[in-house]
């Protein structure tokens, strides 16, 4: 079963901007903490940003404050990561994660807390 979907990846010179989608599939309908990570090449996973769709609390990483914006639309069940002012060191695999999680657990989760993973979206940025 697939449960999230994302979507949006693509090739930006610095500057640029995208916009990256997560679908959620009703195996994972009842979520309500939405997380975007990242893989830069050769480097670990890191958390960038997350939003409790309850009460649309949300968290960014230093590296993507100020950029970088998650939002969503309950209705298409997606969660959107509107990504402004790209750099090179954004080159990344996106992946968007859900867990069922309290508001204040959801913005302090860890990668370990997420039990519904997408298959990832490449983004690449040139300088």
């Known amino acids: 079963q697939v449960h999230l979907v994302e979507s949006g990846g693509g090739s930006v010179q610095t500057g640029g901007s995208l916009r990256l989608d997560c679908a959620r599939s009703?195996?994972?309908?009842?979520?309500?903490?939405v997380a975007w990570f990242r893989q830069p090449p050769g480097k670990e996973r890191e958390g960038i940003a997350v939003l409790h769709t309850g009460v649309s609390n949300t968290r960014y990483a230093d590296s993507v404050k100020g950029r970088f914006t998650i939002s969503q639309d309950s209705a298409k069940n997606t969660v959107y990561l509107q990504m402004n002012s790209l750099k090179p060191e954004d080159t990344a695999m996106y992946y968007c994660?859900?867990?069922?999680?309290?508001?204040?657990?959801?913005?302090?989760?860890?990668?370990?807390?997420?039990?519904?993973w997408g298959q990832g979206t490449h983004v690449t940025v040139s300088s």
């Open positions: 009703r195996y994972a309908r009842g979520t309500n903490c």
């Open positions: 994660a859900a867990a069922s999680l309290w508001a204040g657990n959801c913005l302090r989760a860890s990668e370990a807390n997420f039990n519904y």
